[in-house]
């Protein structure tokens, strides 16, 4: 089976809908939001502006 980069690890709502995107290479997550034929995608980052990365993430 091939492994998957990406991968959605959260997500909430039905017809708009967030979910949290992993990286399974660098571990760093992005959030993405979507409604109706809209979609926007961004890195998550800490107070400092770095990215964050998934804390269970083993890479």
């Known amino acids: ?8 690890i ?3 709502g039905k017809i708009s ?8 290479e660098t571990g760093v997550l992005y959030m ?3 409604a109706g034929y ?3 995608l ?3 980052v800490d107070q400092d502006g770095k990215p964050l990365i998934d804390e269970n993430w083993h890479g």
Do not use: C, P, S, W
């Open 1 to 8: 089976m091939k492994n998957n980069r990406f991968e959605v």
């Open 32 to 34: 993405a939001y979507g």
């Open 38 to 40: 809209g979609l926007g």
């Open 10 to 12: 959260d997500k909430q």
């Open 42 to 44: 961004t890195v998550m």
């Open 17 to 24: 809908q967030f979910q949290i995107i992993r990286d399974n």
